[in-house]
């Protein structure tokens, strides 16, 4: 069994920045790749950032349009852990933000961090 704990969630002004982090155990053997997805209220959830492994060459990462530049995905494989960095936030960021990991073809969700950006 995985589980996945993020932390770092939490309410910001406009124009500034949280570090999201999300933990995985459990039965961790190797961890593909990993992510952070959102979900605003009344919306469907969408993809954030997601980064790859790494080990066989350099991590590859793909952002979301609307966070290219502001926000930074980072993983530390020895901790089995990924990030987010977000800078530049903005009132349509808020949302509940999902960590996503994939594990020889499996896929694990976290519970969820809540981010609100009030203008």
């Known amino acids: 069994q995985v589980q996945l704990v993020e932390s770092g969630g939490g309410l910001v002004q406009t124009g500034g920045s949280l570090r999201l982090s999300c933990a995985a155990s459990g039965s961790i053997f190797r961890i593909n790749v990993m992510g952070w997805y959102r979900q605003a209220p009344g919306k469907q959830r969408e993809l954030v950032a997601v980064i790859t492994s790494g080990i066989s060459s350099g991590h590859i990462t793909n952002y979301a349009d609307s966070v290219k530049g502001r926000f930074t995905i980072s993983r530390d494989n020895a901790k089995n852990t990924v990030y987010l960095q977000m800078n530049s936030l903005r009132p349509e960021d808020t949302a509940v933000y999902y960590c996503?990991?994939?594990?020889?073809?499996?896929?694990?969700w976290g519970q969820g961090t809540q981010v609100t950006v009030s203008s």
């Open positions: 996503n990991i994939d594990q020889l073809g499996r896929t694990y």
